[in-house]
Nanobody, 119 residues
């Protein structure tokens, strides 16, 4: 069964840190580039960081230098360490493959985890 389960979100003050974690199905994780996506109200979901099976990383400019994506093959998990958080980082964070998993031509997403950066 295909699974994506995100965790680790919460409320944090500007400048603070959070670490998100995503547990993925083994068969997905082993062969896929994994990514973290962020969705804010009124905007499309945006990929903000990705990591290949060979651990090559890519970040969008808005998070570069502050966020670090990593993957753990033993746990089939992908983490996102978020430092120096800003209010504009607020949103729901999802993990998925790149491109997103398709089941019967529909994208499969987990429930995501809410990150709120506020003083």
């Amino acid at each position: 069964q295909v699974q994506l389960v995100e965790s680790g979100g919460g409320l944090v003050q500007p400048g603070g840190s959070l670490r998100l974690s995503c547990a993925a199905s083994d068969d997905i994780f082993r062969t896929s580039t994994m990514a973290w996506y962020r969705q804010v109200p009124g905007k499309a979901r945006e990929m903000i960081a990705r990591i290949t099976t060979g651990s090559i990383r890519y970040y969008v400019d808005s998070v570069k230098g502050r966020f670090t994506i990593s993957r753990d093959a033993a746990k089939s998990s992908v983490d996102l360490q978020m430092n120096s958080l800003k209010t504009e980082d607020t949103g729901v964070y999802f993990c998925n493959t790149v491109p997103a998993i398709l089941i019967n031509s529909r994208e499969l997403w987990g429930k995501g985890t809410q990150v709120t950066v506020s003083s």
